[in-house]
């Protein structure tokens, strides 16, 4: 082909590609109102599956799931995880993990979007302005439970497909989708489906996609990174029940003052953890990254005023990043065995488990932290020349998740980005653990990227959820646009 083809031949292509892209996106705003009320449905089922009596209400929203998925023409399963023990020996039924794949053209490469479309407990008594289970918009946000945590993004991919379907034009890659209802509690039961069906469901998938996360500020932006979390419990018993301080104590080595010394031995005022080894793992932070961090848009004062602190722990941008992504912190969460009603009580509790949690980042690893925690804290014990007994466990021990930037998909996404907002993403990371992407990482192979839809500001986990209708359309945009530039990364450069 001579030049002048070779620059036609381009032209076409690409007035080809802008005039697909515009009629999706026409499609989508002329949608609209119909993807505010299937969210307003699915908000409304209360899958909350931290709650065992709402267990029904999850298995609902696994249906609803599936029939979504199965109108748009996919090939569903409904797949039977098993059983989730309760602490009291009781079992109850996991809800079913949804599989849906549209297309199977082995020229086209094959995405998997992974979901989830349970949710966190929500009670109007909890401070909520609107009832958490009826959608209600005010100035623009859909207020209710699961709206951005990820009812919301889970929905927009499906439209993003069904927009291909509708205007007649062929989904550049296969599309694949695993939906699950038991996110919020930890996943129960999906390590093992992934683990089974990696050689059946997962044989032909190229890449993973999660959208389980939210931008940084008012700016789209990428995800390439998690925390893990190591979550410990130290118990220290001490006499055989509990005792009056009035008659016991000053004769009696409590409990409680023990695990209080040791809690103390964790971490600095400044935050520095005490723990031998850990602050050595830790990847040092390159000037790339420091870069990186530079030049995101973060405001300190408004992240102050959000969470209600006059001081934070670091006073400029790439530090406070840096501390919230890629270091590990300690937190204490509790101690059960504790008094901790209203009131006062004269007791000296006989036995305490101190609960607390050590963020992951590469290169730590779990194991290793377990070790480095529990010798830790037998070793200052022992300095302590106490009667009672220590018993450390670690609970949780999981990974941090990486990728890497230059990976063709994150490519993929900065154009997807720049076609939809005409800006660049941020590149961030979450402080936070999503345990799933390390497990598709290490069992599947596969590349993994996060695109996140939800605003800096929806309040997940919190009262007054919300997505904002500009979130939730352009973030339909924003997969139709991925979806097409992930079709342009040519397989052989993975
Ligand atoms: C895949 O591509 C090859 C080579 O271009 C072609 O011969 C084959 O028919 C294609 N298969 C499908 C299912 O389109
Ligand atoms: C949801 O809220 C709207 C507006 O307040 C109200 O009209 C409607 O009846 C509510 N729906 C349910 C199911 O409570
Ligand atoms: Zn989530």
């Not at 509990?242 to 016991?248: K, P, T």
């Not at 990728?403 to 590149?427: C, T």
Request: with cysteine; charged share 20%.
């Amino acid at each position: 082909m001579n030049y002048l083809g070779l620059l036609s031949s381009l032209l076409f292509l690409s007035n080809l590609d802008a005039f697909h892209y515009s009629k999706l996106a026409q499609y989508v705003d002329s949608h609209q109102e119909e993807y505010v009320e299937v969210l307003r449905e699915w908000v409304a089922v209360e899958s909350d599956s931290s709650n065992i009596l709402k267990r029904s209400h999850v298995h609902h929203m696994m249906d609803v799931t599936a029939q979504k998925l199965r109108q748009l023409g996919g090939t569903v399963q409904l797949i039977n995880i098993g059983n989730q023990e309760l602490p009291d020996g009781q079992t109850i039924t996991l809800p079913k993990v949804v599989t849906a794949q549209f297309g199977n053209d082995v020229n086209k490469s094959t995405v998997c979007i992974y979901g989830h479309t349970d949710v966190q407990p929500a009670k109007p008594e909890d401070g909520w302005a609107t009832d958490p289970y009826n959608l209600t918009e005010v100035d623009g946000n859909l207020y209710g439970r699961g709206a951005s945590d990820n009812k919301a993004p889970v929905l927009a991919w499906i439209h993003a497909v069904e927009a291909y379907k509708m205007l007649d034009m062929e989904l550049p890659v296969n599309v694949k989708f695993v939906i699950e209802g038991m996110e919020e509690t930890g996943s129960n039961g999906l390590d093992s489906m992934i683990l089974a069906h990696r050689d059946t469901f997962f044989s032909d998938v190229d890449y993973i996609i999660i959208s389980d996360c939210g931008w940084l500020s008012r700016k789209p932006a990428l995800t390439y990174g998690t925390r893990g979390n190591c979550y410990f419990f130290a118990e220290v018993q001490g006499p055989k029940q509990d005792l009056h301080s009035g008659v016991y104590g000053g004769t009696v080595i409590e409990p409680m003052t023990d695990i209080v010394g040791l809690l103390d031995t964790l971490i600095s005022p400044s935050g520095k953890i005490l723990v031998p080894g850990i602050r050595e793992a830790v990847a040092p932070l390159t000037d790339d990254e420091w870069k990186m961090y530079q030049d995101i848009e973060f405001d300190l004062d408004h992240y102050k005023s959000k969470i209600g602190v006059d001081q934070l722990m670091y006073s400029n941008k790439v530090d406070l990043l840096a501390h919230r992504w890629r270091y590990p912190t300690v937190s204490i969460h509790g101690i059960e065995g504790a008094f901790s009603d209203p009131g006062t009580k004269t007791v000296i509790p006989a036995k305490v488990t101190a609960k607390f949690s050590i963020r992951q980042v590469p290169n730590m690893e779990p194991a290793t932290v377990e070790k480095q925690v529990r010798d830790y804290l037998h070793s200052g014990f022992a300095k302590r020349k106490s009667p009672n007994t220590l018993k450390v466990t670690m609970v949780i021990g999981a990974k941090p998740w990486l990728a890497d930037i230059q990976d063709p998909l994150y490519e993929a996404g900065k154009a997807a980005v720049k076609r939809v907002f005409n800006s660049e993403p941020d590149m961030i990371r979450e402080g936070g653990t999503i345990p799933i992407a390390k497990t598709f990482q290490d069992v599947t192979g596969k590349s993994i990227i996060m695109i996140p839809i939800g605003g800096f500001d929806d309040g997940l986990h919190s009262q007054n959820e919300k997505i904002s209708r500009y979130n939730y359309i352009e973030g339909t945009k924003l997969f139709i646009a991925y979806l097409h530039e992930v079709a342009q990364i040519k397989k052989d450069t993975v």
